[in-house]
Each structure stands twice: as C-alpha cells, then as structure tokens.
C-alpha cells in the first residue's frame, strides 16, 4: 500500500546528510585519491534507497494503490484501509528500509577492509 514511504523518506534525509558532509569534506581538503569519503559511501546508500524506492512505487502503481489525484493512495481515503497501510507501513517498510541499510553497511565494512589491507600492503613494500 504505501511500504515504499518508509525508504523513500531515508533516501530524502541521507540525501540531505551527504549534501551537508559533502560540503564539511571539500573544506577539509582530504587526500581523496586513497580514500573514499563518507560522502560517497552515503551517496550509495541513496542508491540503493533511491532505486528500491522507485522500484517499489512503480509496483505500487501498477497495480492501482496510488492514484494520481488526492488522497494519492487508495488506502488513505477509508479509515480501516488507513490504519492496514500505517501497520504495513510500520513492518514491511520499516524492514526493508533496515535491510538496505544493514546491506550497505555490510558493503561499507568490506570496502573498509579491503582498503586497509592495501594500505598495509603498501607500507610493506
């Protein structure tokens, strides 16, 4: 019904956060050539966000949840069929916003380790 709210309005917060941290990292000139910022490690996650949200608003669509005219989603114009779309808005939504982001820290820690070991990798030689 409307599970694609929950990552969107992730997206739309990391995507306000990495513009913020984006302009605190060029003011701190770092050596970016060994180094990927944190700027960019969120720009990923908006991605990810950004594309399931897509993804999942599409199917929405198709199949006659939203509407293109007010309230938007079928759901919100019956107060039960509301309170089924805040409840699968609170699980479904919640979960797969937590799954995107456990995955991309996942994603973050590997990159973190495999930089690490080049940065050794080069002070031994």
Same mark, same amino acid.
């Given at each position: 019904m409307a599970c694609f709210l929950v990552p969107t309005t992730e997206a739309i917060v990391t995507t306000i956060a990495a513009k913020v941290i984006k302009k605190k990292e060029s003011s701190h000139h770092v050596d970016e050539s060994a180094h990927i910022s944190l700027s960019?490690?969120?720009g990923w996650l908006n991605k990810m966000l950004w594309g399931g949200s897509?993804?999942?608003a599409f199917e &929405?669509? +198709?199949h006659g949840e939203v509407q293109p005219f007010f309230p938007f989603l079928t759901a919100a114009g019956d107060p039960e069929s509301a309170a089924a779309?805040? &409840?699968e808005m609170a699980t479904s939504g919640t979960a797969m916003a937590a799954v995107v982001t456990l995955? +991309?820290?996942g994603i973050c820690a590997a990159v973190s380790v495999i930089q690490k070991r080049s940065d050794s990798a080069e002070a031994e030689s």
């Amino acid at each position: 019904m409307a599970c694609f709210l929950v990552p969107t309005t992730e997206a739309i917060v990391t995507t306000i956060a990495a513009k913020v941290i984006k302009k605190k990292e060029s003011s701190h000139h770092v050596d970016e050539s060994a180094h990927i910022s944190l700027s960019q490690k969120i720009g990923w996650l908006n991605k990810m966000l950004w594309g399931g949200s897509a993804l999942l608003a599409f199917e &929405h669509v +198709w199949h006659g949840e939203v509407q293109p005219f007010f309230p938007f989603l079928t759901a919100a114009g019956d107060p039960e069929s509301a309170a089924a779309m805040l &409840h699968e808005m609170a699980t479904s939504g919640t979960a797969m916003a937590a799954v995107v982001t456990l995955a +991309w820290a996942g994603i973050c820690a590997a990159v973190s380790v495999i930089q690490k070991r080049s940065d050794s990798a080069e002070a031994e030689s």
